[in-house]
């Protein structure tokens, strides 16, 4: 506090100390007006029909190809391109000024990118933005702070979201736009909260929730969370499902949590609810019932969390969830139990969840293909890149509008294409990004009448090795 002394003042004092305001206050900038940046075409396509919904779910904030690629391939439906809308709450602070549209119009498939940087809630109202989003068939959220997001909703750009997915587009985001796409959202408004903060009291002040914003198809009941391992969140998430239980912030008795590491980890989701994962693990983590102790300033004491590691190429079924393949772990006064990223399933899934078919040499051509007609979805196809030459065939078929959807996880060992081939051997879908260890995938629908042959390729581009690559081929 001042003295007295310092604290009087003169009239003339006064006059300068006031003069001395107004000028500051007339200094101030206004807020910042939306910034618009885009790229490729600058007239909008015009669509008749989209395939999706389709969506990504990140667990950094940039745009992750190969489950983007199998995004846009899945609402395109195989024909025609798709205008993307990218939303972020701030510019980046280096580089390019569109980061996320850089990597987007490097795909298949994509008419225009435009990047809108929104640094204020009213901006949800902006004309302009609506109707940007509203004439996309994909919108992506940035990475950077989801309280941003969150303070859209009820905003006419909310709206604008939610049609873009009914009409078949899609949605996803990274880091803070992974968080904003789960119903039940951790809003990060008061602050971040650590592992250690949550476990000790759930009801840490820097834990904070939005709800009733996106409520995507079979998504139901989910709180999502980013840069799951690096960043050791899984005790938080612990924590958000059950307290989530604990106030009735979800439905049934359960609440779920979808973390994705950082890294290239991104999560796929289908029109189905079919989820499958890219690049790093991500873990599905159920609370199912209430908590033994989750109060105010107190630690969390919760036994048997059920939990779901996915790793690159394995699926998980959102519409239909599973009550097999978990491994449980528990917390107890706000210590959880050791090896919290893996474990042994209690139960195991059997056959029923789908088929594999590990490759038989020769397959190098159509008429030696190997035989998973039979097999039911998803099945996962395994081999190597045996040389640099190297080239399996599997052969599948497909009835009459089914859509096949193929996605393979390769080793860091080579650099492998993927193809899907009709029975004359024309090249139907491709996927052929760069790099030892990237991942491919590619969707397909069938709209000739009665049923099919293909053929799923995959092709050393470079390097070989032993070590095996897995692809998920999904029919529906």
Not at 77 to 89: N, P
Not at 134 to 159: M, P, S
Not at 173 to 195: E, K, M, Q, R, W
Not at 337 to 348: F, I, Q, R, S
Request: hydrophobic residues 35%; contains cysteine.
């Amino acid at each position: 506090m001042a003295s007295p002394a310092t604290r009087r003042s003169t009239p003339a004092l006064a006059v300068t100390l006031l003069t001395l305001a107004m000028s500051l206050t007339t200094q101030q900038p206004a807020h910042a007006a939306a910034d618009r940046v885009r790229l490729g075409s600058a007239a909008d396509v015009s669509r008749t029909s989209w395939n999706g919904p389709a969506f990504t779910m990140n667990g950094a904030g940039a745009v992750v190809p190969a489950s983007m690629n199998r995004a846009i391939a899945e609402i395109r439906g195989g024909t025609g391109s798709i205008d993307v809308v990218v939303l972020g709450g701030s510019a980046p602070t280096s580089g390019s000024k569109t980061p996320e549209c850089d990597t987007v119009m490097t795909l298949t498939g994509v008419n225009s990118c435009t990047t809108w940087t929104l640094t204020a809630a009213a901006d949800g109202n902006n004309s302009q933005v609506n109707t940007d989003v509203r004439n996309a068939e994909f919108v992506y959220f940035a990475g950077g702070d989801q309280c941003r997001y969150a303070a859209w909703k009820g905003t006419a750009l909310e709206a604008s979201v939610e049609s873009v997915v009914a009409k078949g587009g899609g949605s996803g985001g990274g880091s803070a736009g992974h968080h904003i796409n789960s119903p039940l959202v951790y809003d990060a408004c008061n602050g971040s909260v650590t592992t250690s903060e949550a476990l000790a009291n759930p009801y840490d002040r820097y834990i904070s929730f939005t709800t009733g914003m996106f409520q995507w198809a079979h998504y139901g009941g989910v709180i999502n969370d980013s840069h799951f391992v690096t960043r050791d969140r899984m005790g938080r998430s612990m924590a958000f499902v059950a307290r989530a239980v604990k106030d009735g912030l979800t439905t049934g008795g359960a609440a779920w949590a979808v973390g994705v590491e950082e890294g290239g980890g991104s999560l796929f989701i289908d029109r189905n609810g079919m989820a499958t994962e890219y690049g790093k693990d991500a873990y599905v983590v159920l609370a199912d019932h209430q908590p033994e102790q989750a109060a105010d300033r107190k630690p969390l004491t919760y036994s048997n969390f059920k939990i779901w590691r996915l790793t690159p190429g394995s699926t998980f079924d959102f519409k239909n969830r599973p009550t097999c393949g978990y491994y449980l772990r528990s917390v107890t006064n706000g210590v959880p139990d050791a090896n919290l990223y893996n474990g042994t399933p209690v139960t195991n899934c059997g056959a029923a969840s789908g088929g594999s078919l590990t490759e038989t040499e020769p397959n190098d051509t159509r008429d030696t293909a190997n035989d998973a007609t039979g097999l039911s979805s998803p099945t996962a196809l395994s081999g190597t890149m045996k040389s640099t030459s190297d080239r399996d065939y599997f052969k599948v078929t497909l009835g009459s509008g089914q859509n096949a959807s193929v996605q393979c996880a390769v080793p860091g060992a080579y650099d492998a294409d993927l193809y899907w081939v009709d029975s004359s051997g024309s090249t139907l879908e491709r996927s052929v990004n760069n790099g030892a260890g990237t991942d491919e995938s590619l969707t397909f629908t069938r709209t000739a009448s009665g049923s099919g042959t293909y053929y799923v390729d995959i092709e050393a581009y470079s390097g070989s090795g032993s070590s095996p690559y897995t692809c998920t081929l999904t029919k529906n």
